[in-house]
C-alpha cells in the first residue's frame, strides 16, 4: 500500500507534488477560519497565531518525542483548540471591529513570544526533521484535508452548524430562541484553532523549517482572502478560495517582481464585481434540486 | 396562580426612569394584552421579561420561579418565546431553517453529534426538530416556503415566520411584540385567528400591541402603560372607558 503511494508519488514532478500540497495546506487552514468567520461570523485576524502554536507543538515534539505522527498531529491540534478556548473566552465577548484588533493583538504577542523562547530557539527557528511515519506526506495531507472537507459538511447541516449560522445572523434573536451565543462562539473558536493547529503541524514538516515570522499579519490576512475569496460561510468557496490563492503566486511567477501588483488588482476587482466571494451565496444543494428539478417544499419527516 | 408575574418591576437607564413599579400577573390560557403610548415602556417590559435587561428593583416569576437576571436563552429553555418589534429573522437562511433553529432547546446533540451524523441517535433527534418545525410552519401557513430563503418572504409572512419560529421552541408562554404592526387589514384578520388558534393549543400569549381593533378584538385583559407607570387594567369595555387611559392616548380634556 504505502509503496503503492510512494510510485504515484514518484510519477509527479515535486515542484507540482509542492504546489498541491501547499493546496492542501491551505484548505485545512481556509476550513477553519471560515468556521469562525464565514458561519459563526467573527472576524478574526489572528488565525496564523494558531498555525503557529501547532506549528511549534509539533515541530517540538517531532524533535524531541518520537510519537507517530498521528498522534503529534492530534496534539498540535489539541494544544491550539486549548489555547483557543482560553484565549477565547475573554475576547468573543467582543464584536466586530473590537474583536478583529483584539485576535490581531493575540497574534503579534505570541509572535513576539515565540521569537524569544529557548524552546523554538528564538528568532532562528527550528529545523524540524521528517514526520515519523510511512506513509508518504502528500497523502498525509490530502486525506487530514478530506477528512476536513467531510467534517465541515457534516457541521454545516447540523443543529450545532445552525446555531453557528444564527449567532451570525442575528444574535440577539438566537439567544432568544434558547441559544447560548458565547458557548457555541467559544466552541467554534476552539475547532477552528483545532484546525489551524494541524495545518500548522502539517505546514512544519513539509517547509523542515519553521521561524515564528512566518506566522505574521501577513499569513493571517493570506487565510482571511482565501475565505472572503471564495465566498464566506461556504465550503465549496474555501475549498476554491485556498486552490486559487495558495497556487496563485505560482501560476503568476512569470511576471517576476509584478505579481504581487497583479494579485493585489484581482482581489480589487473580485470585490467589485462580485462582492460575496466567487461561490457566496450559492447554496449548492439547491442549486441541484433546481437543475435536476425537484424544488419542491420538504414534507413534514413521519 | 399565574404563569407570569412582576412585582414591583422598575428599571433605570442612567437617570431616565423606563419603567417604574410596574405590577402585572398574566394567567395561563389567557391573551393579555399591553398597550399604551410610543415611548411608555411596552417593548422594555418585554426586553426585562426575556433577560435582555436586568430589573433595577423588583422580581419577575415564571411559573413560580424567579427569572430576573437571568440570560436569555435561559429563559427561552424555560418556555418563553418571543417575537420582535422589528422584525429580527435570520435574513440567509432559509423558512426551513429559520424554524429549526426556533426548536434548538428540543434536541441535544452539539459538537459530537455532529461528528456522529448518521448515527440513529442524532439522526432521531433531527427527526424530532423537523417535525417540530414542520408543525409550527403549518400552524402559520407557510409550508409552501420552507425553501424560500427568509429575507425574500413578503413583509406579512415574515411576521409570521417570526411566530412560527417561536412556536417552535414550544412556549408556555408567547411574547408577541407588535405583531400586526405593518400589516393590511385582511392580514391583521388571518393574524388574529392565527392567534386564538395557537392560544386553543394551551399557549398563553403577552402581546404588545398599537392596533386597538385588532387588542380589543381578542384580549381577554388589557393593561395600560404610560410613561413606563401602569395606568389601568381590565377588561377591552373597562379600559375603552377608563379617563386615564384616554387622557393618556388623547390628552386632557378629550373626556367630557
Do not use: C
Not at chain 1, 468557496?237 to 501588483?261: H, N
Not at chain 2, 413583509?155 to 417561536?166: D, P
Not at chain 2, 399557549?203 to 388589557?222: A, N, R
Amino acid at each position: 500500500m504505502v509503496e503503492m503511494m510512494q510510485n504515484l508519488i514518484d510519477q509527479i514532478d515535486p515542484y507540482t507534488l509542492q504546489i498541491l500540497m501547499n493546496i492542501g495546506i491551505a484548505i485545512i487552514m481556509a476550513l477553519g477560519l471560515n468556521l469562525i468567520t464565514g458561519v459563526t461570523g467573527q472576524l478574526s485576524l489572528g488565525h496564523a497565531a494558531f498555525m503557529s502554536i501547532g506549528a511549534f507543538t509539533s515541530a517540538i515534539l517531532s524533535i524531541h518525542y518520537n510519537l507517530p505522527f498521528s498522534l503529534n498531529l492530534l496534539v498540535a491540534g489539541l494544544t491550539a483548540a486549548f489555547i483557543g478556548a482560553l484565549i477565547g473566552f475573554p475576547i468573543l465577548r467582543l464584536t466586530g471591529d473590537y474583536l478583529a484588533i483584539a485576535t490581531l493583538g493575540f497574534a503579534e504577542i505570541l509572535k513576539v513570544i515565540f521569537l524569544n523562547l529557548n524552546i523554538t530557539n528564538k528568532a532562528l527557528g527550528l529545523s524540524v526533521p521528517p514526520p515519523n511515519t510511512d506513509i508518504p506526506m502528500p497523502f498525509v495531507i490530502f486525506f487530514v484535508a478530506l477528512v476536513t472537507i467531510i467534517f465541515m459538511s457534516f457541521i454545516h447541516n447540523s443543529r450545532f452548524g445552525r446555531s453557528l449560522m444564527a449567532i451570525r445572523e442575528d444574535e440577539i434573536a438566537a439567544e432568544a430562541m434558547g441559544i447560548n451565543a458565547t458557548r457555541y462562539k467559544l466552541q467554534a473558536f476552539a475547532v477552528g484553532s483545532f484546525l489551524a493547529g494541524v495545518g500548522g503541524g502539517l505546514y512544519a514538516h513539509v517547509i523542515a523549517y519553521i521561524n515564528p515570522s512566518d506566522f505574521g499579519f501577513m499569513k493571517s490576512i493570506d487565510i482571511l482572502n482565501m475565505v472572503v475569496l471564495g465566498g464566506l460561510g461556504s465550503i465549496p468557496g474555501a475549498i476554491l478560495g485556498a486552490s486559487v490563492l495558495a497556487s496563485a503566486p505560482e501560476f503568476l511567477r512569470f511576471m517576476q517582481q509584478y505579481r504581487m501588483l497583479v494579485y493585489g488588482a484581482l482581489l480589487v476587482f473580485l470585490m467589485v464585481f462580485r462582492p460575496n466571494g466567487l461561490l457566496g451565496g450559492v447554496n449548492f444543494t439547491r442549486l441541484v434540486l433546481k437543475i435536476i428539478g425537484k424544488n419542491k417544499p420538504a414534507r413534514a419527516a413521519k | 396562580m399565574s404563569l407570569l408575574r412582576m412585582e414591583d418591576v422598575s428599571i433605570r437607564f442612567g437617570g431616565l426612569l423606563a419603567v417604574y413599579n410596574v405590577n402585572l400577573s398574566v394567567q395561563p390560557g389567557e391573551i393579555h394584552s399591553l398597550i399604551g403610548p410610543n415611548g411608555a415602556g411596552k417593548s422594555t417590559i418585554f426586553n426585562l421579561i426575556t433577560g435582555i435587561y436586568k430589573p433595577s428593583e423588583g422580581h419577575i416569576y415564571f411559573d413560580e420561579k424567579r427569572i430576573e437576571g437571568k440570560k436569555p436563552y435561559h429563559i427561552a429553555a424555560l418556555g418563553i418565546a418571543r417575537t420582535f418589534q422589528n422584525i429580527h429573522l435570520f435574513n440567509d437562511l432559509t423558512v426551513l431553517d429559520n424554524v429549526l433553529i426556533g426548536a434548538h432547546t428540543s434536541g441535544k446533540w452539539d459538537l459530537t453529534g455532529s461528528l456522529l451524523k448518521f448515527t440513529p441517535w442524532v439522526r432521531s433527534d433531527e427527526r424530532k426538530l423537523k417535525f417540530l418545525a414542520m408543525e409550527s410552519l403549518e400552524a402559520m401557513e407557510l409550508t409552501d416556503k420552507t425553501n424560500e430563503l427568509a429575507k425574500n418572504l413578503p413583509y406579512g409572512e415574515q411576521r409570521r415566520l417570526e411566530i412560527a419560529r417561536a412556536l417552535a421552541v414550544k412556549p408556555k408562554l408567547l411574547l408577541l411584540d407588535e405583531p400586526a404592526a405593518g400589516m393590511n387589514p385582511h392580514e391583521k384578520q388571518v393574524l388574529m385567528e392565527m392567534v386564538k388558534i395557537i392560544r386553543g393549543k394551551g399557549i398563553t400569549i403577552f402581546l404588545v400591541e398599537h392596533d386597538m381593533k385588532f387588542v380589543m378584538g381578542i384580549s381577554d385583559q388589557i393593561a395600560v402603560l404610560d410613561y413606563g407607570v401602569k395606568i389601568a387594567e381590565g377588561l377591552s369595555e373597562e379600559i375603552r372607558t377608563n379617563p386615564k387611559v384616554i387622557e393618556a392616548y388623547l390628552g386632557k380634556g378629550a373626556v367630557h
